[in-house]
């Protein structure tokens, strides 16, 4: 059942309000739903109710009040059909349904875990509750009354504001909640059970005061202060930057344990994995700190670019998430530092979207068919999606695109509209045709640009010939030329910008080229000397470039350029050239060279005081062995790539020793704590410093003694990490291991990072590893996050142990994919993903995980997750 974006159509009956009544029970749990619904004018006037369902059992059905007979109604494995419905009445149609939320292993729905009942509804969640009109572009009020047995469930949480609460009979009690916005059944959200919190409260910009919840495990109200104080700055930010103000009299965000995905944007009650929550010094890392802040302002920043204004059918995902994301970026940019922001975005990028738009899976920004929706939330779909709406406000401006967003806030407010309707908006502020622009939403595949430059000395005159291309991806075969927005700078010999004095061949505003044929020849008059040429500063745009740069305009743009994220680019490409050219020497046996251009440019980075920590702890990381393989691009073996970065590797930490040892000092370990941006790239570059020493030392004491020395997670995982990774068999190492897993052994969630740690020791050894670690106690298939950390970190993040030549690691995967999908299905097409990119592998690996896709494919019963991924991933 292939879904088309072109067979959208609207409902024929219009629903106005829901009244829900749920009696909670871990092994049985009721649900009544009374639904006001009419007739659509223009409607078909014999047209049946058609409701979505999925595993429910209906306990009773009846018309304003009164029983349905059973030929007034078809049951369906999927579907409830009401026949000979009112013409011109409005009318009363209550369902009651039966459900199981302990079995509920999917998570997908009303689910129990841990003694907390919680929901998930999007994308197509709710229809597991009751049946409905499971679709984005159905808006309804809901009351929602909540009963359940007050001693293991005093918490009663629904959307909107609680109107009523009471004591009941038999140890129960009830409340109920009203949420006045009109929302679609993918924002509706329960939780019940027994939980901490903390409170806090923030006063909009029109002086309201909105009371602020934060529910989490009892015992870890003291991990939740820095959520708090983030959603705080988020709500600040949006009316500042945005002019949004938040609409109801509470904020509510309880953190479960078992979770599909990152978090959930339901109206008025986020609900988060607890990993984008707990935080405090001892159990998270500066970067979940980072992803914290990031999440957090993401799902409240939702309030307005998705429930406020939601989708009209699920084709438009990328309209509230790519938007968000967006903002979230823009978010985590003005709280830390913008450059390196920007550069952790283009890591993110280059290393989960592109090989996504180069795979079989890869599909537009606004797909137009889908098997399983739940497969859709992707990196093409934030990522790329967020990337067009910086590129729509590169090409407008900061103030247009400004205009544009109140534009579209004023005029869809409340409504379930299209990505067409988005663009619209910036169209109709600015007067600026987007017509060309919008095919980024439509045309899959990452676009690729060769350059070329010429310079006549003679006259001052520089010409650039830029083309593009994009590769075919499956369903789309013919390419057209793109809009490209390509921010540029001219470097001059001394390393200062250079302005050229006029530009012909096409549109540059700013520093921004519009590149927007196939082949664009830009002149640029009045350069008194030959440029080195930065294409793309800022990642302006996400494409890649093909650029035959001389090394020496590398370097001098690794050195002077005013924008940082082009200075760390052209780093990045100068060890990416170093490490593939020294994989190729591994693979043909020659002796392995390392560029003194790179290691100079590396030691000159460790050695200048006036970078900022974080950045220069960003430059200082070699590319991973992932992105040497995607670098290389096909017949890849895992094996050279690890021998031939650790090389590489040693031989920065020699030509660098020095510079390292100086980083590597310990600052003042009295200093209290802080999460800050600034403390936090400190302890990057002390921690990225401490690991080229170990390398260039060979010796594990000094990462022992950090370890045993750390106060922080931060420090305590990196030199764990330094240990596992680079001292496999010491006895530091396994003394190290054993003390974290007794120091956090009531903790599962710090104990992931301890999983992934190990999970991710390269070489054939890390199979047996994972095994093992999968019969520890703290190991539990049925956690999202315990899988994610060992079996999904050991194949998408260990590619030298996952890709053993033999094969081996590829039939375990097989093996629990296939026991994973019969639980949960969600989780299990998500790490099935892992292997899209098999087809880049040498031929002997390739071939055996060929063999296993095969067996998986083979079997008749998988679920429709599992069933679209694998069969696009086999082009079936
Ligand atoms: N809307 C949520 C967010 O991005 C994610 C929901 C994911 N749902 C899914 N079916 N994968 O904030
Ligand atoms: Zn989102």
């Known amino acids: 059942r292939t879904v088309y974006l072109e067979d959208y159509r609207p409902t024929d009956f219009v629903l106005e309000t829901v009244e829900l009544i749920f009696e909670l029970g871990e092994n049985l749990t009721t649900v009544g739903s009374e639904m006001r619904f009419y007739r659509r004018g223009g409607a078909d006037q014999s ?11 209906l306990s009773g059905l009846a018309l304003d009040g009164k029983p349905l007979l059973p030929e007034r109604y078809e049951q369906k494995h999927d579907k409830l059909i009401i026949h000979d419905l009112p013409t011109d009445e409005p009318f009363t149609l209550t369902v009651k349904t039966r459900i199981k939320p302990a079995e509920n292993t999917q998570l997908l729905g009303l689910y129990r875990t841990n003694g907390i009942y919680s929901t998930q509804c999007e994308a197509e969640g709710f229809r597991r509750i009751s049946y409905f009109y499971d679709r984005p572009d159905v808006l309804a009020v809901y009351t929602v009354t909540i009963i359940a047995d007050k001693a293991t469930s005093p918490l009663l949480l629904s959307n909107g504001n609680l109107v009523e609460q009471k004591e009941l009979e038999d140890g129960r009690h009830m409340a109920k909640w009203h949420d006045p916005f009109p929302k679609p ?3 509706f959200a329960l939780v019940a059970g027994d939980l901490g919190m903390i409170e806090d409260k923030f006063t909009t910009m029109s002086r309201r005061d909105v009371t602020l919840r934060l529910f989490v495990e009892h015992g870890k109200e003291g991990r939740a202060g820095y959520a708090m104080n983030s959603l705080k700055r988020a709500m600040k930010w949006d009316e500042e930057r945005f002019g949004r103000e938040y609409d109801l009299d509470i904020f509510m965000i309880v953190a479960v344990s078992d979770f599909n995905m990152g ?5 008025g009650l986020n609900i988060f994995n607890d990993r984008l929550i707990l935080a405090d010094p001892e159990t998270a890392t500066d970067d979940d700190y980072g992803r914290i802040e990031a999440v957090v302002a993401h799902e409240y920043f939702h309030n307005w670019t998705g429930n406020r204004i939601t989708c009209r059918d699920w084709f438009q995902l990328s309209l509230k998430e790519g938007l968000t994301v967006y903002r979230e970026h823009e978010f985590s940019a003005d709280q830390r530092s913008r450059s390196v922001i920007r550069v952790e975005e283009v890591k993110f990028l280059r290393a989960h979207q592109f090989p996504e738009d180069s795979g079989p899976l890869a599909h537009p920004v606004r797909p137009t068919q889908y098997l399983e929706i739940d497969n859709f939330y992707t990196t ?19 103030d247009n695109f400004r205009k544009g967003l109140d534009l579209y806030f004023e005029r869809h407010d409340g409504g379930a ?59 789309q075969k013919e390419k057209k030329p793109l809009h490209i927005p390509l921010r540029t700078g001219f470097i001059g010999p001394n390393g200062d910008d250079m302005e050229p004095s006029s530009v012909s061949g096409g549109e540059r505003r700013d520093d921004v080229l519009h590149l927007t044929k196939e082949h664009q020849t830009f002149v640029f008059e009045g350069l008194g000397a030959r440029p080195a040429v930065s294409l793309n500063r800022d990642f302006s745009a996400p494409v890649k470039i093909e650029y035959d740069l001389p090394k020496e305009d590398l370097v001098r743009i690794a050195q002077h350029e005013s924008d940082l994220v082009a200075r760390w680019d052209a780093v990045n490409t100068l060890a990416l050239n170093t490490l593939a050219a020294a994989t190729r020497a591994c693979q043909s046996g020659e002796t392995i060279p390392v560029d003194p251009a790179l290691t100079d440019t590396l030691t000159g980075f460790a050695e200048d005081d006036a970078l900022e920590p974080a950045f220069k702890a960003l430059a200082l990381t070699l590319p991973s062995e992932l992105d040497i393989g995607r670098r290389i691009g096909q017949d890849i073996d895992p094996d050279a790539i690890h021998l031939a970065r650790n090389t590489v590797r040693d031989a920065v930490a020699k030509a660098g020793h020095k510079a390292f040892s100086a980083l590597s000092v310990s600052p003042a370990e009295d200093a209290p704590f802080s999460a800050d941006a600034e403390s936090a790239g ?17 010796d594990a ?15 305590r995982i990196a030199a764990l990490r330094i240990l596992a990774h680079q001292f496999t068999g010491a006895a530091e190492t396994k003394a190290a291991l054993e003390d974290y897993r007794e120091r956090f052994a009531r903790e599962p969630l710090v104990l992931d990072k301890w999983f992934t740690t190990q999970a991710t020791i390269a070489g054939p050894d890390a199979l047996e590893r994972v095994q093992n670690l999968m019969s520890d106690t703290a190991f539990d298939i049925g956690n999202p996050n315990r899988v994610r950390a060992l079996v999904g970190a050991f194949a998408s993040s260990n590619p030298s142990g996952f890709n053993r030549p033999d094969g081996a690691a590829y039939s375990f995967f097989a093996n ?45 019963d998988l679920s429709r997750n599992l069933r679209d991924i694998i069969d696009r991933m086999l082009k079936k």
């Open 701 to 715: 004491t000094p990462a022992k003694e950090a370890y045993d020395r750390a106060t922080n997670m931060t420090d």
């Open 380 to 398: 093409t779909v934030y990522e790329k999606g967020s990337e067009v709406s910086r590129m729509i406000a590169t090409i407008l401006g900061q």
């Open 185 to 187: 059944a993918y924002l």
């Open 417 to 475: 509209v299209t990505i067409e309707d988005y663009l619209k908006c910036f169209e109709d502020a600015t007067g600026r045709d987007l017509s060309h622009f919008a095919l980024w939403y439509h045309q899959a595949g990452t676009p690729e640009i060769t350059a070329s430059s010429e310079y006549d000395e003679k006259v001052g005159r520089l010409s650039l010939t830029l083309s593009q291309s994009t590769p075919s991806t499956p369903g």
């Open 263 to 267: 978090a959930m944007e339901n109206k």
């Open 682 to 698: 400190k302890r990057a570059l002390r921690n990225i410093a401490l690991s080229y020493l170990a390398a260039a030392n060979g």
């Open 816 to 860: 629990f994919i296939l026991t994973s999908d019969k639980r949960n299905p969600t989780l299990t097409a998500r790490l099935m993903t892992a292997m899209r990119s098999f087809s880049a592998l040498e031929k002997t690996r390739r071939e055996k995980a060929l063999i296993e896709l095969e067996r998986i494919a083979s079997h008749d």
């Open 47 to 57: 047209a049946p109710l058609v409701l979505d369902g999925d595993s429910l059992a």
